[in-house]
């Protein structure tokens, strides 16, 4: 058992407010019944309310409070409209926030704490308060944001001298550093510098192309000056590396800033921690007598209950309980019978944080109004939205319409029943061959036939190409189903077999990685609700070697009530799950046993995959025939229990950036739209049954080509501990299906087509002669060469002793380590001539260079 006690701090929960504080009189105007957006900025001796034209900005030095209250599942953010809420006991409840947001270089931060209590006194009614820290915001703050925020530097001189900003995120966060010095620069980071007579947009060589296109905005906004009439300012773009071939006034003028003599650009991060799931704690009174000896008085003593995955029945109504959730924040939970107890459960949220060092938000929220960043931690939460409600209720009853041309004008009915069509279009399938069939056939792929097309067995892998027509043309899923009993190398090769498929097809169909007992809706809709999976392998044939016979006699577990939930499993003997249908096959005769829980509609699924002649049995009225066929299998026919409607979490939006090869970094966007996608992007939209990876047309080479890899990463980095089976499916821009667009509202196929690439900006810019300088090979903004994608290095660690070199750096390429400008310097001549010149002579050069 894990026991923490978390020390007290000078916090909202142990200073007692001023009586002017208790008075409250700044947040009298506050609406308590109305959607709004407010931010009051909090010093020492005022609490000041900020103008609309000063939302988004942020001084290191001071403290802010962002209150934010929104109807469900309706945007919110300065240009929220005021509304009445009606909170009418249907299960549907305003959204309210508070966010204590505090600078990193100190700040009230306590004060603005107690001012959050103070407003949340005010406002009466339960909310969720967010202890903000500068640049770990959390995604549902930088959500109020579209065009980001600014943390700017208190004191800097604004009216002169140089100003050095990163930019950073999907909702950029633009952060002023200070002093300008190389220090600051990252190879993998986006930097403006901001003089007086000219802009300099810093790329560096590992920065991704959405932060790219937000530092090229950036700078042009600053170009434009406060009037934003006239360019008054030129803008020049520097590369990693590049600085060198600036143009000479611009490079003099970047030398006087940062002198190029004393270059020294931070490497790229060090890779991610290792995934670590939610730990779930208890809170309570600290006893009298610690076994720890404590600076401060204990305000709360955690015990830690479980590991992920969790479940909202491990959470007591009595309770209070601190979730850590890793990147994704520390919360608090407040159950609806311990309100009264509640004042020191933010205190031991950030307990907590401070024990584990981290620096990201500490939030906390009470029983009944959680929000989804909350309740995604938790498997099977039972999401509350009476208006999704409704539409998943007409997407469970929806039993006709379903053809892709009545799904692509009810993009939300596709989304909610997660089919593109009614499974009525052509479909090709093939079994993996195993190693020593392969030596037989000369072939690792054996196509089915029609009527085989059903049958699948555990051990064996299979390849589904699908193929319906829309309204837009024709549209393709390849389905890769991996049997649950399924060895590796078999898997392996089955997902090289779909890789080179996919390939052939010109990479234009929709992948789908699919496992036995995870199968999506549509992918079962497509067999009308006959799959059935037996265990073992297809090694049974008829005389022509071209079907494969099923096992005579079979125990078959039935659920579903749909066809596009309806599955077949043969039971094996170690099998424990319950069912509420089964089919029992004895040779040529059929009985479908059903529970005395069985619904009409599971019946009729069961009746339907029996697909033949067969005996109907009810609970209770079996004959003795039945028992004699069912033999010594009795004890596995087990009942199972009437299932609730799920009500299933919203979607959620990731941003996806590329950390370094094979790592991944997801970002939250919170209250997405259509907008938020871009052509340079890589996102996650995570439905929960399933992971879609959407890629645009401008992404980089690297997340396309490993493109399941990111769902995986997802899913294995999720604190929730996610199911690994989870299906995944990878679609491009422009391919989408109506069961991905009917998450986003208002879907336009149109909205890219007038899209500035990172390459029209450059272009765009230079058509109105302000940009100066740049390479032309870096102007499309990824850099997929090799030498622009090895970590740099100095010449003089490069010279010196092997022992003392970084342990990636290959001593026999030594000068792919080098920057650009310290190549040509070293070389006389740029890497794309020295690469063509043959081996012997590369070897003198580098010898003579002291590289070799």
Not at 440 to 452: D, G, N, T, V
Not at 800 to 822: A, N, R, S, W
């Amino acid at each position: 058992m894990h026991i923490l006690e978390i020390g007290a701090e000078q916090d909202e929960d142990n200073v007692v407010p001023t009586k002017a504080v208790l008075d409250g009189a700044v947040f009298r105007t506050v609406p308590r019944d109305q959607t709004t957006f407010l931010i009051w900025k909090i010093t020492e001796s005022s609490t000041e309310m900020l103008p609309r034209t000063q939302f988004g900005t942020f001084y290191d030095t001071d403290a802010y409070l962002v209150y934010s209250a929104s109807l469900p599942g309706q945007p919110a953010g300065p240009d929220v409209i005021r509304r009445e809420i009606k909170e009418n006991g249907s299960g549907e409840c305003a959204e309210r926030h508070i966010h204590a947001w505090a600078g990193d270089r100190g700040g009230p931060g306590t004060l603005a704490l107690r001012r959050a209590t103070q407003l949340a006194s005010h406002v009466g009614a339960p909310l969720v308060i967010h202890r903000e820290t500068a640049t770990k915001e959390s995604p549902r703050l930088l959500s109020y944001f579209r065009d980001g925020i600014r943390i700017l530097c208190s004191g800097s001189n604004l009216n002169g001298g140089s100003r050095l900003y990163r930019v950073s995120g999907r909702r950029p966060v633009l952060l002023q550093l200070e002093p300008v010095s190389w220090s600051h620069l990252a190879s993998d980071g986006v930097f403006v510098l901001d003089t007086s007579a000219l802009v300099v947009l810093w790329l560096g060589r590992a920065a991704n192309l959405i932060e790219k296109i937000f530092g090229a905005k950036i700078a042009y906004r600053m170009a434009r000056g406060a009037d934003k009439g006239m360019l008054s300012r030129r803008i020049t773009i520097a590369h990693d590396g590049y600085e060198q071939t600036l143009p000479v006034a611009d490079r003099n003028l970047l030398d006087s800033v940062l002198d190029l003599r004393a270059r020294s650009v931070r490497p790229i991060a060090p890779t991610l921690d290792p995934p670590r799931p939610a730990r779930l704690y208890k809170s309570s009174k600290p006893t009298r007598a610690s076994p720890v000896v404590l600076t401060q008085k204990p305000a709360a003593r955690l015990e830690e209950i479980k590991r992920a995955p969790l479940y909202r029945s491990d959470l007591n109504d009595d309770g209070i309980y601190v979730i850590d959730a890793g990147s994704r924040g520390v919360w608090a939970w407040v159950g609806s019978n311990a309100s009264k107890l509640n004042r020191g459960a933010l205190a031991a949220a950030r307990g907590l944080a401070k024990a584990r060092r981290y620096s990201g938000p500490v939030s906390v929220t009470v029983s009944g109004r959680e929000p989804l960043e909350f309740a995604a931690l938790f498997h099977k939460w039972n999401w509350c939205d009476s208006r999704r409600d409704v539409r998943l209720r007409s997407a469970r009853s929806a039993t006709t319409k379903l053809d892709a041309v009545s799904l692509a004008t009810n993009a939300w009915l596709a989304a909610e029943t997660q089919v593109p069509d009614d499974g009525s279009g052509a479909l090709r399938m093939w079994r993996v061959r195993r190693e020593e069939e392969i030596d037989r056939e000369r072939s690792a792929l054996q196509e089915l036939e029609r009527p085989q097309q059903a049958v699948f067995y555990d051990r064996d892998c299979y390849i589904a190409l699908y193929t319906y027509h829309t309204p837009t043309g024709d549209q393709t899923i390849l389905y890769y189903w991996m049997g649950g009993s399924s060895p590796n190398d078999l898997r392996n090769l089955g997902v090289k077999e779909a890789k080179d498929l996919y390939t052939k097809l010109g990479r234009l169909p929709i992948q789908a990685w699919v496992y036995q007992g995870k199968e999506p809706a549509h992918f079962l809709q497509i067999f009308k609700g006959r799959m059935v999976t037996y265990c073992g392998t297809a090694t049974n044939y008829d005389p022509s070697g071209r079907r494969v016979m099923p096992p005579p006699r079979a125990l078959i577990r039935v659920s579903g009530q749909y066809a596009r939930e309806a599955r077949g499993v043969e039971v094996c003997a170690s099998t424990t799950t319950r069912g509420a249908c089964y089919i029992v096959r004895e040779g040529a005769r059929i009985w479908v046993w059903c529970a005395a829980t069985a619904t009409g509609d599971e019946r009729e699924v069961a009746k339907n995959m029996a697909a033949a002649e067969h005996v109907l049995v009810m609970q209770g009225k079996e004959k003795p025939d039945f028992w004699t066929a069912l033999g010594d299998r009795r004890h596995l026919l087990v009942p199972a229990p009437l299932e609730e409607m799920q009500r299933p979490l919203p979607p959620r939006l990731f941003y996806v950036a590329v950390a370094s090869p094979g790592h991944y970094t997801f970002e939250e966007i919170v209250s997405f739209s259509q907008y938020e996608l871009s052509p340079e992007m890589c996102c996650i939209l995570d439905v929960h049954c399933a992971v879609y990876v959407w890629l645009g047309a401008h992404c980089c080479l690297r997340a396309k080509d490993d493109s399941r890899n990111v769902a995986l990463s997802y899913l294995t980095f999720d604190p929730a501990s996610r199911d690994p089976d989870t299906p995944i499916y990878v679609l491009s821009q422009g391919r989408e299906p109506p069961n991905f667009t009917g998450f986003f509202p208002h879907w336009k196929s149109s909205m890219w087509k007038a899209h500035k690439t990172f390459s029209a900006i450059v272009s765009a810019l230079e058509g109105k002669a302000i940009v100066r300088g740049g390479n032309s090979a870096h102007q499309n903004g990824n850099s997929e060469n090799q030498f622009d994608q090895h970590e740099k290095y100095p010449l003089s660690v490069l010279r010196g002793p092997k022992e003392h070199m970084p342990l990636e750096i290959d001593p026999l390429t030594k000068e792919l380590y080098l920057t650009h400008d310290d190549f040509v310097s070293t070389f006389n001549m740029p890497y794309c001539e020295f690469r063509t010149l043959p081996n012997w002579k590369q070897k003198e050069m580098k010898k003579f260079v002291g590289l070799f």
